[in-house]
């Protein structure tokens, strides 16, 4: 019987003492797997990363105990519609390849907000064998939150994926959803975009051009909104066209200290969200979520939980393509 990896639940209750003792055990912990695993970087790739793996998880077990009072506060001011059903969310995350710090915290605040506003339940898992007809019939949506290079590889686990899309179904991707599965066409479609590098490094600052300020998933950014995170471009493809996605967000290359030497695009175009409908489903995408802190700015939390319920089917948002609305990428 395959068993699901569910995200530990947040309490949100007063903090006891032996709480405490725990969250400096779990950091004590967490530190020790990250310290173990420093010295295999360069050396094991598969060992390095499963050792972080762990710390991460300890680690974000810490701060979701040590911060759960501010982070009730905070999802209790996101707007978030009630769901027309109870909604069911898988989130898959297995990494091939370079594996980000921020999988276990994001995916236990984005479950944390599920729990406390009754948006979803979110199941998280990093086995492939999730994805089956019978399996993947008990979810509402797919959420690829920061998965790698090849997530998914058996042909009938893909097969699977694919199938999954053509009821109403919703699919989500969180950052990374875009670095992985060069091979697997179908996806790049539904996902909309394939990295190609990201000029924008995770402790710099960016400024966001909000394309649709009118738009559902995307009213709540302000205009020249800056946010510290990594930021992708994307391969000049037949995926990756205005044709076919409804950009919602993108970078203002025009603003102060935004230009970069590795800037790809001749045509300046340097989406950061945006939303598409995928055979029978609705996609949201947003190259948020590198950086741990991206998950607790209360601006970027509620793109990604408004996000989650437009492609669930919750939130109404239109998804025709920019280039028939005639959005283009912003000029000087």
Request: aromatic residues 10%; charged residues 25%; glycine residues 6%.
């Given at each position: 019987?395959?068993?699901?990896?569910?995200?530990?639940?947040?309490?949100?209750?007063?903090?006891?003492?032996?709480?405490?003792?725990?969250?400096?055990?779990?950091?004590?912990?967490?530190?020790?797997?990250?310290?173990?695993?420093?010295?295999?970087?360069?050396?094991?790739?598969?060992?390095?990363?499963?050792?972080?793996?762990?710390?991460?998880?300890?680690?974000?077990?810490?701060?979701?105990?040590?911060?759960?009072?501010?982070?009730?506060?905070?999802?209790?001011?996101?707007?978030?519609?009630?769901?027309?059903?109870?909604?069911?969310?898988?989130?898959?995350?297995?990494?091939?390849?370079?594996?980000?710090?921020?999988?276990?915290?994001?995916?236990?605040?984005?479950?944390?907000?599920?729990?406390?506003?009754?948006?979803?339940?979110?199941?998280?898992?990093?086995?492939?064998?999730?994805?089956?007809?019978?399996?993947?019939?008990?979810?509402?949506?797919?959420?690829?939150?920061?998965?790698?290079?090849?997530?998914?590889?058996?042909?009938?686990?893909?097969?699977?994926?694919?199938?999954?899309?053509?009821?109403?179904?919703?699919?989500?991707?969180?950052?990374?959803?875009?670095?992985?599965?060069?091979?697997?066409?179908?996806?790049k479609e539904a996902i909309g975009g394939l990295f190609n590098?990201?000029?924008?490094?995770?402790?710099?600052?960016?400024?966001?051009?909000?394309?649709?300020?009118?738009?559902?998933?995307?009213?709540?950014?302000?205009?020249?909104?800056?946010?510290?995170?990594?930021?992708?471009?994307?391969?000049?493809?037949?995926?990756?066209?205005?044709?076919?996605?409804?950009?919602?967000?993108?970078?203002?290359?025009?603003?102060?200290?935004?230009?970069?030497?590795?800037?790809?695009?001749?045509?300046?175009?340097?989406?950061?969200?945006?939303?598409?409908?995928?055979?029978?489903?609705?996609?949201?995408?947003?190259?948020?979520?590198?950086?741990?802190?991206?998950?607790?700015?209360?601006?970027?939390?509620?793109?990604?939980?408004t996000g989650i319920q437009f492609a669930m089917g919750d939130?109404?948002?239109?998804?025709?393509?920019?280039?028939?609305?005639?959005?283009?990428?912003?000029?000087?």
């Amino acid at each position: 019987m395959l068993k699901f990896i569910l995200t530990l639940s947040l309490c949100f209750s007063l903090i006891s003492i032996q709480a405490e003792e725990s969250v400096a055990d779990l950091k004590k912990r967490g530190q020790a797997f990250m310290k173990k695993a420093k010295p295999l970087k360069e050396t094991d790739k598969v060992k390095y990363y499963k050792l972080r793996a762990q710390g991460s998880e300890l680690l974000a077990q810490a701060r979701m105990i040590e911060n759960a009072h501010e982070y009730e506060k905070m999802i209790a001011k996101l707007d978030v519609v009630k769901p027309q059903k109870k909604r069911k969310l898988l989130a898959y995350s297995h990494t091939t390849g370079f594996r980000h710090g921020s999988i276990e915290f994001g995916t236990k605040m984005l479950t944390a907000v599920g729990q406390q506003t009754g948006a979803y339940e979110i199941y998280h898992t990093e086995d492939e064998a999730i994805f089956t007809d019978e399996s993947l019939a008990q979810f509402d949506g797919i959420m690829i939150i920061n998965a790698t290079q090849n997530a998914i590889v058996s042909p009938k686990a893909r097969a699977a994926f694919e199938k999954f899309f053509e009821s109403k179904k919703g699919l989500i991707g969180i950052h990374a959803a875009t670095d992985c599965h060069k091979d697997w066409a179908n996806y790049k479609e539904a996902i909309g975009g394939l990295f190609n590098g990201h000029p924008w490094w995770a402790k710099e600052t960016v400024t966001l051009y909000n394309e649709c300020p009118d738009h559902a998933c995307s009213k709540m950014i302000p205009q020249g909104y800056q946010i510290n995170d990594e930021i992708y471009q994307y391969e000049d493809d037949s995926h990756f066209t205005r044709e076919k996605l409804r950009i919602l967000v993108s970078l203002d290359i025009f603003a102060p200290g935004m230009k970069r030497d590795k800037m790809r695009r001749k045509d300046n175009d340097y989406p950061v969200s945006w939303v598409k409908t995928y055979k029978n489903s609705n996609v949201f995408y947003t190259n948020l979520g590198h950086n741990q802190s991206t998950y607790e700015n209360p601006i970027a939390l509620q793109h990604m939980v408004t996000g989650i319920q437009f492609a669930m089917g919750d939130i109404e948002a239109d998804t025709t393509p920019s280039a028939k609305i005639g959005k283009f990428p912003k000029s000087e």
